[in-house]
């Protein structure tokens, strides 16, 4: 059995202990986030030539979240854009896993990460009903603001000044978090962008690896 220290998206401080045989698969991102937000970022992922999963987002609590309606100025931008960013996706094969959601989010560590994983010494691992993904890079992409909060407090990322740059260099990276429905289209790619280049940036201090690679924990 391989012991993770992560813990349930609601925020509890259980820790989650995958099953021994559990089908797990290695890429170097995952982005949480099916929406407009995360097909930005797995294009600028993609055409930086960085490997990735698409999950459709965190398990949520029941509690009703009011949603902000958008600026209707926008709204034909913002189609056209998922229009050219759902066709990319398929015209790229890209790995999009529309209905699967995260279940939970943490990191395994050293021996910890079951073999043949040797390209870090820390892996983010990524709990779904299908089995665990293992990744150097999570990207939160346009997933709601109090299931966004419950997670980082759930993995030890108390606010501050510093907690964006704390985030970075474990490899946690929000884009639009909170703020998708809202925040002008422009600026939804130009965070994605960054994140594409960050994670990219990351990847290169690993050695190279191909794919996604599957097998058991």
Known sequence: MVETAARRVNGTANTVLPEAGI???????????SGLTGLAVVSELNRRGVESVVLDGLQHDSQPVHVPVPDAAGLP???ELLRLLHGYATGHSLD?????AVQAVGLLRGSKIPAPVT????KWAVHTPGGLLLADAVVLAGCGRPAVLKLLRSLGF???TERRRALRSAGLYLVGAGEA???PTRELVRQAKRAGQEVAQRGAAFDSGSGVRAGSA
């Open 119 to 122: 390209r870090a010494a820390v």
């Open 158 to 160: 108390t606010a501050g």
């Open 23 to 33: 089908h797990t698969e290695v890429t170097t991102a995952v982005v949480i986030g």
């Open 77 to 79: 931008e913002r189609a």
């Open 96 to 100: 999009i896993r529309r209905g699967t």
């Open 181 to 183: 429905v809202t925040s």
